[in-house]
């Protein structure tokens, strides 16, 4: 009696449970799950390996095999070599005629290393459009070619793919990395290199990429002799680590000039904070997705996973040198000053691109690597996770761009109302209202979209954000009934901003203390005294506010004449200094009313008191009196009045006392 195997196979999204039950209901079959790789256990690996090293020694008979079956052999190899060199001329040849038209059309912007990045970007994105487009032409030149030259034979036309595809993948590398660096052009330089260190990048690049071109080359000509058979595994393994220590040769080596971008060696900046210390460590993150990559590679060639993990060796390295490149350029670009006449909305739309390719680039990988992100969950596991990750990674690009664009679409508007320059006195000028309520507008904006951020992208993994709502409303009553002075501080500070009381660089009085206003939080404000000190006030202890700094002063002052000066001719003489400090163009947009006199305002002793008055910009006045105090001097000297100063007259026999007992002098 003859026993049949019971082999039930059941599909990709069946839950655990469901395999349980399949298996008490069937306990003799052997249950399969479609699409389900298990684990590689140590003692597969080690048989996988053993058979792969000790089959290696067959992969010269193999090679021999497919040589003698390929139609005309040396001939046919030939035929590529010279399809390809068509196809490239071809392509110079476009490529030249399409240089000339663009010449004749004036297209050529001149070069430069002072061009902004729009036009950096203009012409950068022009040339490597170019070359995609002549990439294109020869790929289609060398597929007709072929097809006209070569046999019609299906495995030699698949080898002549995988020749075509390993030298277009080195050369886009290659184009991208000309296209960032531009060693000779500074005027389409996607990214803010010196030319020294693009020089160096390039460099780099140029040698990776024909190292992954000569791998690839092999691979192509490994593949189509031998598959996947075991003879071919060891040597396929070997190139996967070669093609993988290529890239991570590559982060290694740039790492420097990409980390200058990150963080400038510049004076004033701290180079010991984290964000600092991660800057400096950049490339192992992408040495470790290598690593990671390769290890699946090899895991595939062995067979101990899926074979479509080996598919994407290349395409992996290429995929990760690009983002890494493309992302350092848009953050350097975002940081830098030519960006700083851009909208908000623009600044908004580089972080956004700067996310999204961080999560395409994610998404591309871990489909590569054989794992699709974007399928509907299944039950458990990866699977289960993966397409709640992605979700949440795109609202999190989508949370920080916006709040990138409202930062500085609030910060780009609060310039340019006020007048905070006091002269050097410390008592504070015109402040700007925009620039007052910045910090509190930045906070909450922050705080509205951090928030909402947070819990969509906690939604979106699948987490239940509703008793996080509950309890956060109730920790907000919690909070408002045990913190009544800090509720009086925010709401006081709510109004005095909504009454524009003050602003930032206003000298103010209050109850609480006197000072310039340095720093408006939402319960405080910080003063700093015209001597020093610093004092931070609760709004809810600030009670009458008396602005000092508030569109004009008047500024007052007075002088003594002798008793036989002529008042009305000291008048006309206050009114000509005051002329002359009207015409200073030191003075120009900071007096809004001339020097003045009031006349004789007092009669001390034997003496008139002059007064006069100026009408001056806010932290203005005290420049303005200085220069009045020069004029009204050389203008008394010039009409010989001296300024009255009291003497005392001792009559003779005055100084006879105790202290002088020798009588008068």
Not at 102 to 121: D, N, P, V, W, Y
Not at 153 to 166: E, F, I, K, N, T
Not at 347 to 375: H, K, M, N, Q, T
Not at 581 to 598: A, F, R, T, V
Request: a neutral charge.
């Amino acid at each position: 009696m003859s026993s049949e195997a019971v082999i039930l196979s059941l599909p990709a999204d069946a839950s655990d449970e469901l395999v349980e039950q399949v298996k008490a209901a069937f306990p003799g079959a052997t249950i399969s799950v479609e699409g389900a790789t298990p684990a590689p256990t140590p003692l597969e690996l080690e048989a996988a390996l053993a058979t792969a090293v000790s089959a290696s020694g067959g992969l010269g008979g193999v090679v021999a095999d497919w040589w003698s079956g390929i139609p005309g052999g040396a001939t046919s190899l030939m035929l590529i070599l010279v399809a390809l060199v068509a196809a490239y001329a071809i392509e110079r040849g476009v490529r030249v005629l399409a240089a000339r038209g663009s010449a004749h059309a004036g297209g050529m912007i001149g070069k430069g290393a002072e061009a902004t990045f729009s036009s950096r970007l203009e012409e950068g994105g022009r040339w490597l459009i170019g070359r995609a487009l002549s990439l294109i032409v020869f790929v289609v030149a060398a597929r007709v070619i072929g097809r006209v030259m070569l046999p019609a034979d299906p495995g030699l036309r698949d080898l002549g793919l995988g020749v075509l595809g390993a030298i277009v993948l080195g050369r886009a590398v290659l184009a991208v990395v000309a296209a960032l660096t531009a060693p000779q052009n500074p005027s389409r330089r996607l990214m803010g290199f010196s030319d020294t260190d693009a020089a160096d990048v390039f460099r780099i690049g140029f040698i990776v990429a024909n190292a992954l071109i000569l791998i690839r080359l092999i691979r192509a000509l490994l593949v189509d002799a031998a598959g996947a058979a075991p003879e071919a595994q060891l040597a396929l393994i070997i190139l996967a680590v070669l093609n993988s220590a290529a890239g991570a040769i590559f982060f290694i080596a740039v790492r420097e000039p990409v980390t200058r971008l990150m963080v400038p060696d510049a004076p004033g900046i701290d180079l010991a904070g984290w964000r600092t210390w991660l800057a400096r460590r950049w490339h192992w993150a992408f040495v470790g997705l290598i690593v990671i990559d390769v290890a699946l590679k090899i895991f595939g060639i062995l067979g101990v996973l899926s074979p479509d993990a080996n598919d994407g060796a290349g395409p992996v390295i290429f995929l990760v040198m690009v983002a890494a490149l493309v992302v350092s350029a848009i953050a350097t670009y975002r940081r830098g000053p030519d960006v700083e006449d851009w909208s908000g909305w623009g600044l908004g739309a580089l972080v956004f691109a700067e996310g999204a390719v961080i999560v395409g680039a994610s998404i591309l990988l871990l489909r590569l690597w054989g794992i699709d992100p974007l399928a509907a969950p299944s039950e458990g596991g990866l699977g289960a996770l993966l397409p709640g990750l992605v979700e949440a990674g795109i609202i999190t690009v989508i949370g920080v761009a916006l709040w990138r664009a409202s930062a500085a679409l609030i910060t780009r508007n609060a310039g340019g109302e006020g007048d905070t320059d006091d002269g050097g006195d410390g008592m504070g000028g015109e402040g700007s209202r925009l620039e007052t309520v910045v910090p509190i507008l930045r906070g909450f904006a922050f705080a509205v979209i951090g928030v909402t951020t947070a819990m969509t992208a906690l939604a979106a993994m699948g987490v239940n954000v509703g008793p996080l709502i509950a309890s956060a409303g109730v920790v907000g009553l919690a909070v408002g009934f045990g913190a009544q002075k800090l509720v009086s501080d925010v709401i006081s500070g709510l109004f005095y901003l909504f009454e524009d009381a003050f602003r930032l660089g206003e000298y103010i009085v209050t109850d609480g203390g006197k000072g310039t206003v340095e720093r408006i939080s939402i319960r405080s404000a910080r003063l700093r005294h015209h001597n020093g000190p610093i004092y931070t006030i609760p709004f809810s202890a600030m009670g009458t506010i008396q602005n000092h700094s508030r569109d004009f002063v008047v500024m007052k002052f007075s002088f003594q004449v002798p008793e036989d000066t002529d008042v009305e001719m000291v008048r006309k003489l206050v009114k000509k200094a005051g002329a002359e400090l009207s015409s200073d163009p030191e003075l120009e947009g900071k007096l809004i009313s001339p020097l003045k006199s009031q006349g004789a305002v007092s009669i001390q002793g034997r003496s008139f008191e002059i007064g006069c008055k100026f009408t001056a910009r806010p932290g203005q006045q005290f420049l303005v009196r200085r220069k009045a105090y020069v004029a009204l001097q050389r203008a008394l000297r010039n009409a010989g009045i001296e300024l009255f100063a009291p003497t005392l007259t001792l009559a003779p026999g005055e100084l006879s006392g105790p202290g002088n007992p020798s009588g008068p002098a």
